[in-house]
């Protein structure tokens, strides 16, 4: 499996953007999807998850009832829905992949930049 994210930029606090991680190589349906995120100066963050078949997802408190995981079979993608952002949310964004019986993240796509002016 490959990850594409995308759909990161620019935008005033307040503001929306909508991620997507595509995958390619294989589907995701027997994956467990996460979005990470890694601030300037600082390590690498859980954000989200999502369960290989959609019925649990999990947030990082920062982001509770601000961001929404999805995702959809049929387009082989997971979607990171950002509303009501805040500076603090600046960062790359990664999406993830594992198995849904594995325990480690293993397949990781490149980083998408989200900067938040204030």
């Known amino acids: 499996v490959q990850l594409q994210a995308s759909g990161g930029g620019l935008v005033q606090a307040g503001g929306s953007l909508r991620l997507s991680c595509a995958a390619s190589g294989r589907t995701l349906s027997d994956y467990d999807m996460g979005w990470f995120r890694r601030a300037p100066g600082k390590g690498r963050e859980f954000v989200a998850r999502?369960?290989?078949?959609?019925?649990?997802?999990n947030y990082t408190d920062s982001v509770k009832g601000r961001f929404t995981i999805s995702r959809d079979h049929a387009e082989n993608t997971v979607y990171l829905q950002m509303n009501s952002l805040k500076p603090e949310d600046t960062a790359v964004y990664y999406c993830?992949?594992?198995?849904?019986?594995?325990?480690?993240?293993?397949?990781w796509g490149q980083g998408t930049q989200v900067t938040v002016s204030s």
């Open positions: 993830a992949a594992k198995r849904y019986y594995g325990i480690q993240y293993d397949i």
């Open positions: 999502i369960t290989s078949n959609g019925d649990e997802t």
